[in-house]
Structure formats: structure tokens, C-alpha cells
């Protein structure tokens, strides 16, 4: 079992995440790579006690950065997920983003 904390890593704030959370009551993190959609689903149960309904998960890959003068180098891989909660609950500590 996975330490909730290590699972998930920071809330995705944007206009089209806040847009998603009023419109659907959905929720964007960043989370670990290597997380599956039940490690998010647990974490976010025992984190802010809400009932998770659905769990949509995207890998996006780095960009392409230059490093210095010539030498390329990328940003690193990164892994999106987008929580639906239950109808009736919201997440408390961000709702007042």
C-alpha cells in the first residue's frame, strides 16, 4: 500500500481546472508515474474523505528544452489525473480557490 502523500503530489490550479470542478465537480492532481487509477482513488478517499466516483489518468511526456548554449536536454515526464467526486461532496480546502 502506497503512502497517500507520495500518490499525489500538488492540485493542477487553471482556468479550466476550476471551470471542470464548478461545471462537473472534478478535480485535477499531479500525481505519481508510476500510481494506477485505485492508488489515486484510495489516496484521495483517505486524504479528504469524499467518495471518489471515476478516475480519468493521462501521461504527458517532457518537452524539449535547451540546455546551455546547444545541448538539448527535456523537461521531465509527468503523469495528470482528473478525480470525479461524488455529486453531493466537494473537496473542502479547495474550494475557495
Known amino acids: 500500500m502506497k503512502d497517500p ?3 499525489l503530489r500538488t492540485l493542477l ?4 481546472s476550476l471551470i471542470t470542478r464548478d461545471k462537473n465537480n ?12 485505485i492508488d489515486i482513488k484510495t489516496a484521495i478517499e483517505k486524504l479528504y474523505n469524499v467518495k471518489v466516483v471515476k ?11 535547451r540546455m546551455g548554449r546547444y545541448r538539448p536536454g527535456f523537461t521531465p515526464d509527468w503523469k495528470k489525473a482528473i478525480v470525479k467526486v461524488a ?9 475557495n480557490l
Do not use: C, H, L, W
Open 5 to 7: 502523500r507520495q500518490v
Open 13 to 16: 490550479i487553471s482556468e479550466k
Open 26 to 37: 472534478d478535480y485535477v492532481f499531479e500525481v505519481d508515474p508510476n500510481a494506477n487509477k
Open 55 to 65: 478516475v480519468t489518468t493521462m501521461n504527458n511526456p517532457g518537452k524539449k528544452r
Open 87 to 95: 455529486k453531493d461532496q466537494k473537496i473542502a480546502e479547495f474550494e
